[in-house]
């Protein structure tokens, strides 16, 4: 009978965010042991399942190790990532010998002393089963892609879009391609193409949208398995971040290496309209209210756009991304501009949420919300107000899995229609279904401010007059040439002007 081992250590590090990644921020966010998933699963066990699931459809024996997960932050601590990387090694040990291995990494897991974990997992993977055995990964489109990775694994599919809403497609495609091994059916080869380019691009915005129908259309014909770009992490002080194409052929290797350099300078050559275009925080408040007042037009959202709220994404705070999730310098300017409706969330705030629970819904509070990391988090708020709801467990979605921002407390600000919502689970506001919960209509706002970066597009997008992004002051800052990078390979773009010259 054939055995699949499967795992997850995975996390996206930002190596100059204030906050620290233990054993303790895993174990929050996602610690499954033996496929004890939940049901319906976490966005984080998803792809385990799937592979889980079909495993089984095709009467194969599935073992399953360490499922963990943690939301953005720092560098994993030495040992904990040493933890986590000897478990899944004793496991598979144990469960040798085994068929094929498929893996749910993130692909920009840094620790202290590892700048590419998932390469030195997939390498010490590939010791213990040999060089025959298939090895397959999916990874976050905001991987660093190392040699080590691709060395290792046998085939690796990376999402396509952003907002990551194909995260369950991406699990059954790279699921199809290992099978499709073990069953001598093709042969796997990876070529790799470095766009020598940092950068985010949203994906559901042109010219993006459409470059990502391209390498669908790739797909399935001419010996091309799958085709991938990996988007990078730019938040990251590590030799392999930044833009890189990735082709799996079936044994086709310069035809593959050439499709990826073709697609590699297409993406180098749109590199500063893919990008998200936001701006500095005040001229983002201002265009915010001239659109609320139909003054201007946000051409982005097209036929899409409802007529609710105009959406501020708080790029520089953003929980994904590696922030605190909890500076206040947009809402403190919309107090200053005497702004009267808006909802804003979510706040990390576990402090405030506890007043919250103690006084209850009704609760009159002189609250101090935000500013509790770091410089990166600005002043804390001190806000009169009541408390409007409370809940045991705030959940969010991207449409496949949930996510939990933990207990959760929303403030109606005295004098206003702002309502402001703090939680204890540090992680990104998804949907509008984060203020749903906690009885806020965001089709009643003239303002909603997310802190999330581009992946509340996908719930908002449908329902919003306009999305405006707003590079506040914070831990995830857009000026890439500002941030303090010391290892980064040379020449790459906006770091050189002409990284091919
Ligand atoms: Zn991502």
Redesign the pocket.
Known sequence: MTRLFTAMVAT?THTFSPLPAGFKLYEECYMVRSGKHAEPPSVFAVPLVIFRERAKARGWEVVESLACFAQPANRTLKHVYEAFRDEVLADLKKAMPVDVVILNLHGAMVAEGYDDCEGDLLMNIRKIVGPKVPIGAEL???CHLTQEMIEAATALVI?KE?P?TDIADRAEEVFKIIADTVDSKVKPRMSLFDCRTIGLYPTTVEPMATFVKKMTALEGRNGVLSVSLGHG?PWADVREVGTKVLIVTDDRKAEGDKLAEELGREVYAMRKEIEPPWLDLEPAIDRSLNISAGKEKDSSLGIAGGNGPVVIADIGDNAGGGAPSDSTFILRSLLRRGIKSAAVGCFWDPGAVALAEDVGIGGKLDLRIGGKIGLVSGDPLDLKVTVTALVEELTDSLGTGLTSLGRAAAFRIDGTEIDVVANTGRSQTLSPDSFRQMGIDVMAKQLVVVKSMNHFRAGFAPVARGIVYAASPGAVDFNYKRLPYTKVRRPIWPLDENPWA
């Open positions: 996206e976050d489109l905001h999402y952003y990551h992490f």
